[in-house]
């Protein structure tokens, strides 16, 4: 470990007559003769393996974690998927009956945007947003009036800023319990109450498999559009071929059927919406995993090579010192 000194007490005996011990000599000199340079290189080689050690162990803890992670997706999404598929037999037979008008021109148009609270999740909300972003530029105008309704502190972190003035209401930590129907039946009477519309845009992930979630739109009608689009010969004109019981009239029903319908989409929207956080999680912590598993290979190699280098120099030097000692 130190060539220069193991030289000079070589020097240093060959110059001697007589050297009775020169155990107690080789071992003064070998502490005391190591020069300040050789001892920073030491330390820089020591501390070059500890700094890939602790590096080493940080990946692998995160790959910990990331697996875990992974696991506990999976495991919600078995129980969500299921729900997911029952509720959406709720509005599509509103869309059979009423018709799905995505490019009607209405004067005030609310984008309720459906996104998550948490991240690691992959691409899933950034798509949202772009959508909701779109489709407000696209319903914007001089005599028009576009607003947001955000589900999810995700899209309410991008959307606030340059929209902040655009956004009339927000609600978070929607995926705190598990998703029922009574909770988004309040939320959506509570969206109605305080939010003037013509037409209602509800954007959401629709969850197909793992790795796969398409952008969906739903819109939906106020009674009085509805009406005005039944009196042109809309789809919606076919209500009139049914029987009306119970004294109510159209307008009425076409209230009703109105709340209901956002209700129902509302529902289905968040569970497809979590289906498919779920998934992307489940996918992107998957390929977390594998990267953590890569590095960690190449850390590995790192280490050894290193270290191997540094067993080799002792070696070289070890050998060089007794070449001395001998000569």
């Not at 130190?2 to 007589?18: D, F, K, N, V």
């Not at 909300?125 to 947001?148: D, M, Q, W």
């Not at 109510?248 to 989409?265: D, G, H, R, Y």
Request: charged letters at 25%; a positive charge; glycine letters at 6%.
């Amino acid at each position: 470990m130190a060539m220069a000194a193991l030289r000079r007490e070589g020097r240093r005996l060959l110059l001697s007559p007589t050297v009775p011990n020169p155990a107690p000599a080789a071992a003064a000199a070998r502490s005391s003769a190591i020069s300040p340079p050789e001892m920073t290189l030491l330390g820089v080689r020591s501390i070059s393996t500890q700094v890939v050690r602790n590096r080493m162990k940080s990946v692998k803890n995160i790959q910990k974690i990331t697996k875990a992670m992974k696991m506990v997706a999976a495991s919600k999404l078995r129980a969500v998927q299921t729900r997911t598929e029952n509720s959406r037999g709720l509005w599509q037979p509103f869309t059979a009956l009423l018709g799905d008008a995505p490019s009607v021109d209405v004067k005030k148009n609310v984008i309720v945007a459906i996104t998550s609270d948490k991240g690691l999740c992959g691409g899933i909300n950034s798509t949202s947003v772009k959508v909701s972003r779109a489709l407000h530029k696209l319903t914007s105008g001089p005599e028009k009036e576009s607003k947001y309704v955000i589900l999810g502190e995700k899209g309410k972190v991008q959307l606030v800023r340059d929209s902040r003035k655009s956004i009339e209401m927000s609600v978070t930590e929607l995926q705190k319990n598990p998703i029922n129907y009574t909770q988004i039946a309040v939320l959506a009477d509570d969206i109605l109450k305080n939010v003037e519309y013509d037409a209602l845009r509800v954007i959401f992930n629709k969850f197909h498999s793992v790795i796969s979630f398409k952008p969906t739109m739903v819109t939906i009608l106020s009674p009085e559009v509805a009406e005005k689009e039944s009196e042109a010969g809309g789809k919606i004109g076919d209500l009139d071929s049914y029987e009306i019981e119970g004294g109510e009239t159209k307008s009425e029903i076409l209230q009703n059927l109105a709340e209901f319908q956002f209700s129902c989409v509302l529902y289905n929207g968040a569970l497809e919406n979590a289906c498919s956080e779920l998934g992307a999680r489940m996918s992107a912590m998957d390929s977390s995993s594998r990267n953590a598993g890569d590095m960690l290979d190449r850390l590995t190699l790192t280490y050894n090579r290193t270290r191997q280098a540094s067993i080799t120099t002792e070696l070289i030097e070890i050998i060089s010192g007794a070449s001395a000692l001998e000569g």
